[in-house]
Structure formats: C-alpha cells, structure tokens
C-alpha cells in the first residue's frame, strides 16, 4: 500500500500542471497514458500467440485520440470547422484498413486472422474511442474543474474499496476475473465514492478561485459520485478480462504498485464516459 501511495502522489505531482494547463499539455498527458496502455494491450494478446497488428493498434488510437481533440486538431487545421464527423472517418477508414491488413495475413497462412483481426478493432476503438473521453471531459466548459470532480471522486472509491477488501474482504466479488476483489470492498467503494462526490460538490462550489467553480449542488454530486462508483468497476474488470485471457497478473511494471498505464487508467475509461454524458445532460 505505501508503495502504490508513493506512486499516485508521484503521478498526481507530475498531472497536475498538465490538468490545469489543458490543451495540448493535457492531451499529451493523456495520448502517453492511452499510446502507452494500447502497447500494452497487443503485449498482452501476443503472449498467447495472437497476432493483432502492432502499427495499426496502437497507430490508430492515437490517431483517434488526435481527432476527438478540438485543441489539436484546430491547431493541425486552424482554418477549418472542426467536426466530430472527422473522427468517425479515421475511425472507419481504420477498421477497413484492419480487415485489409488481416486479409492478407490469412492469405500468408496464418489461420487466427479473423480472431487477430477481432483483437486489433477492439484495441484501437476501446482505447482510442473511448479513452478520448477524457480529452473530451477536459474540453468541456470548466473541464479542468470536472476532471478534478470524477477522477479524485473514482480515486477515492477504488482506495477504500482496496484496503478493506483487502482486509475484510470475504465474498468473491468476481473470482474468475479478480479473485481479490470483494463485495465488501465494492460496497465500501460505493458508499466512499458517494460521499466525497458530495464533498468535491461542496468544496468545488463554495471555494472560488480565478479560473471559476462549478455550480453543482451536493446532492448532485453525490448521485454522480453514486453511479461513478458503481459502474467503473466494471472498467477494472473489463481490463482483468484482458489479463487473464493473456495469463498475465498486470499489464506492465512502469508503474510501482499499480502496474502498467492499462491498470492506471483502466476505471478513468469509464469515469470520462459517464462524466461527460452526465454532464452534457444535466449541466449544458
């Protein structure tokens, strides 16, 4: 535990700049994190003899990422309106591109290509796709503020939801796809994510500093703080399913005590999603 703390006081030292600065700063925090998790990603896959195509995996999220982003993409085309229409072009053209590339390899004698091809699409929309929520949610209007509301809010549930399942755990919350989570530790999670989601509400709200606050009562932030922690386990498991599959226990070591950039941000994929529809509905 004292290992994992040092590391998040580490990572949260480094962030924070990038989180306040937004733009490019924050999209290159975020690019590494989710280049680096996609990597990861096809190590994963290759360790039990899949072959999804390295280039276009890991190519093709950032690509991904680079498109969703206002602040790159106006500073790629400054002239043009940007449009999310862009996006789901690359999108499709690199699904197509995939089916093209894995054609071929069938043709060379490799009889896994559909599965390989299967892997490859997955990697780049679930990490790319997705993960460009988190670009999103920080270029929403008061973004920086949202970010430091959902992940703290996700942070905060996940730590107690360790230490006392850790501690206390006694039912298997998913044995197969994490043995040493518990639904005590869940529980827990679900009641400590609530609450400081009332307190981040509270602090965020009544504290005002010159780059604004957010107008969010405590009870919304608590109800968000609420479903935040009930579903982004499920980001933690979706990336255990990845791991057992290629019989690995994290993965990567870049991280000590949390493993690779795949484990850091596993729940934060989750987090982005339902934070930012979250907010379009009831903030916009």
Known sequence: MAKRTVTALLLLLIAMPAVLLGGIWFFLLIG??????????VRMFRAVHMQPAAWITVGGTFLLLAARSRTVMGFLFPSADFSPQWAATILTCLVLIAMAVHLLSFERGRDQAALDFVITIGGFIYLGWIGAYLVDLRELPNGGWWLMFILPTVWMADSSAYMIGAKYGKHK??????????????????????????????AYHVNTFPVGHLTISIWQGMSLGLVLSVLTTLGDLGESLFKRQGGIKDSGTLFPGHGGAFDRIDSWLWAAVIGVY???????
């Open 32 to 41: 590494f994190f989710i280049v680096l998790a996609a990597w990861e990603y």
């Open 173 to 202: 919350l998913a044995p197969r796809l994490s043995p040493k989570k518990s639904w005590e530790g869940y529980w827990v999670g679900v009641v400590t994510g609530t609450v400081y989601g009332g307190f981040f509400a509270w």
């Open 278 to 284: 979250w907010i379009q509905w009831f903030f916009l």
